[in-house]
């Protein structure tokens, strides 16, 4: 393993760890300028994990061990998760034992473990949450899949570094089956990470909320891993969509230390891009009912299989 | 991709397109919105037209698709929107299937369709052989979407989907139908459109509804209470 590795290697979770609050209050700024209200502040969810750290934590009587340790399972897998996607440098060593379709595992190993310490309390609310999350979740995880096998079949190999590679030295062209790929990716995004069509990460109204009722019985440190995971999430999806769609910038294999260095304020335009995109989707766009959104990710899918099915037929 | 003109690029986006609407007027429930996407149809085969129009130099290529943009994007959008609007139909009932079922047949359908396209692809000796199998594949969803439908007015437009595939599919096939018969076609589907049109308000007039399932049963009672 050489050095210029393991630099790429921790400043990738560096930069994951300390970017994904801050990516998180971008997006809650971009979206309320849009809306006409007063932004709240860029550093908010900082304060907000910090505070959480100071407090004395608060754990229901039932609680098993499992509802203390899942916010630790869940951020390791988020964090692990950041180590293995290429945002900034394609020379990861992680990736040497993690593909693709094990970062689709560990987000989905996150996702179960985060709803079975809400259905572990026993409370209505959190069994609601879990069950919505779980459903949510089986349907967005086969539409991230065939997502990433589009990517894979263009590139021929599933680990990501190489994918990112291949797809950012190939010749410029019109790709259709990248760009349904890219809409059905944008869709899985929206349902994984509780954005408005389908949750309202804004919200705590009992009946609608997804993502809020998993957390209901979390206080102190625990909620502040959990929100910290949440934004890590959210952030890791912006770079899987990076690494798959935009990846132009990062430092390949045979480029100098220095591409490394210039890789960072590259990341950082691609997420002020992102983060504002996003906040426009959110801002037109209005809440689907519960049961409207197994529709909507069945179009994720299809966008998904129609660009697979779209490059096997026109290689293009 | 490399190496590929960008005019067969456009052509293989104009392709992938027509797929995408194809999917888009399967699961669209407002009538309003099947004949604009219909409408979007007409104007990607245009392009698609003019590209292969372009490539081929064929100067009745120019033809069919000014035949094209006047018949498919122009025309009967047009009168299907006056129809919409004095038969005041809006809405289809829920389609047979529910929506993520009819996708996933969709979805079977164009993989059907592309393995049905290989062997023809294979004999093809145009550039644009490789969409053959999205021709196929979008005649056989307009089919589908026919099927899945209640309303008259939604068979009627999946039934024009289906000539703008057999339309693609003879362009990327041979490069065109010979002209009489890309004629005869432009103006069978204009008069089939005008006499449905009338069809419809007989339908209306005798059922109350544009729903086709009155038509299934043949009903005693109807007929014999009008022959006496």
């Given at each position: 393993m050489r050095p210029i590795e393991i630099l790429t290697q921790l400043l990738e979770l560096i930069v994951a760890l300390v970017a994904a609050p801050l990516f998180v209050g971008w997006v809650n700024q971009c979206r309320a300028w849009l809306q006409n209200r007063s932004a709240p502040s860029l550093w908010l969810p900082y304060r907000g994990i910090r505070k959480l750290f100071h407090k004395d934590a608060v754990i229901a009587a039932g609680a098993s061990r499992l509802f203390r340790l899942a916010p630790y399972i869940v951020f390791g897998a988020m964090v692990v998760a950041a180590g293995i996607i290429p945002s900034m440098g394609t020379r990861l060593p992680l990736t040497r034992v993690a593909d693709a379709i094990a970062l689709v595992g560990l987000l989905a190993m996150a996702r179960v473990f985060m709803s079975l310490a809400a259905m572990d309390i026993g409370t209505a609310f959190g069994t609601l949450g879990a069950r919505r999350e779980m459903m949510v979740g089986f349907l967005a995880e086969p539409a991230l899949l065939m997502v990433i096998f589009v990517a894979s079949l263009i590139s021929a190999t599933t680990a990501l570094p190489a994918i990112t590679e291949h797809l950012a030295t190939q010749t410029l062209g019109l790709y259709p089956s990248l760009a349904f790929t890219a809409v059905a990716f944008l869709m899985v995004l929206l349902a994984e990470n509780a954005r408005i069509p389908v949750d309202n990460p804004a919200t705590h109204l009992e009946l609608t909320m997804i993502h809020e009722a998993l957390l209901l019985e979390y206080s102190a440190r625990h909620l502040a891993l959990m929100e910290w995971a949440a934004a890590l999430k959210l952030f890791n999806y912006a770079c899987i969509g990076f690494a798959l769609?935009?990846?132009?910038g990062v430092s390949t294999?045979?480029?100098?230390?220095a591409a490394l260095l210039a890789s960072i304020p590259l990341l950082a335009v691609k997420l002020a891009a992102a983060g504002t995109f996003l906040a426009l989707i959110e801002t037109v766009s209005a809440k689907l009912r519960v049961f409207r959104a197994p529709e909507f990710l069945a179009t994720a899918f299809l966008f998904a299989v129609l660009g697979l099915l779209v490059h096997l037929l026109l290689g293009a | 991709m490399a190496g590929v003109p960008i005019d067969l690029q456009l052509l293989n986006l104009c392709a992938a397109l027509l797929l995408l609407l194809s999917f888009a007027m399967l699961t669209q429930r407002r009538i309003v919105n099947l004949v604009n996407l219909l409408a979007v149809q007409g104007t990607v085969l245009f392009v698609a037209t003019l590209l292969i129009a372009g490539r081929t130099r064929q100067p009745h290529l120019y033809l069919s698709a000014a035949l094209t943009l006047g018949l498919k994007v122009v025309l009967l959008p047009y009168l299907l929107h006056r129809l919409i609007r004095r038969l005041a139909v809006y809405w289809d009932a829920e389609p047979l299937l529910n929506i993520s079922g009819t996708m996933l047949v969709g979805v079977l359908i164009v993989v059907f369709a592309f393995g049905l396209a290989q062997p023809i692809s294979a004999l093809a000796s145009t550039a644009t052989r490789n969409a053959i199998g999205i021709a196929i594949a979008v005649v056989l969803l307009s089919f589908l979407t026919m099927i899945t439908r209640r309303k008259a007015m939604s068979q009627v437009v999946g039934f024009l989907s289906m000539e703008n595939g057999l339309f693609f599919g003879a362009m990327s096939a041979t490069y065109g139908m010979p002209m009489v018969v890309e004629f005869g076609v432009a103006l069978d589907v204009l008069v089939a459109v005008l006499v449905l049109g009338i069809f419809f308000f007989q339908i209306r007039e005798q059922f109350?509804?544009?729903?086709?399932?009155?038509?299934e049963s043949l009903r005693e009672d109807a007929t014999s209470g009008r022959g006496e």
């Open positions: 769609f935009i990846p132009w294999r045979g480029s100098a230390p | 109350d509804s544009l729903d086709l399932h009155h038509l």
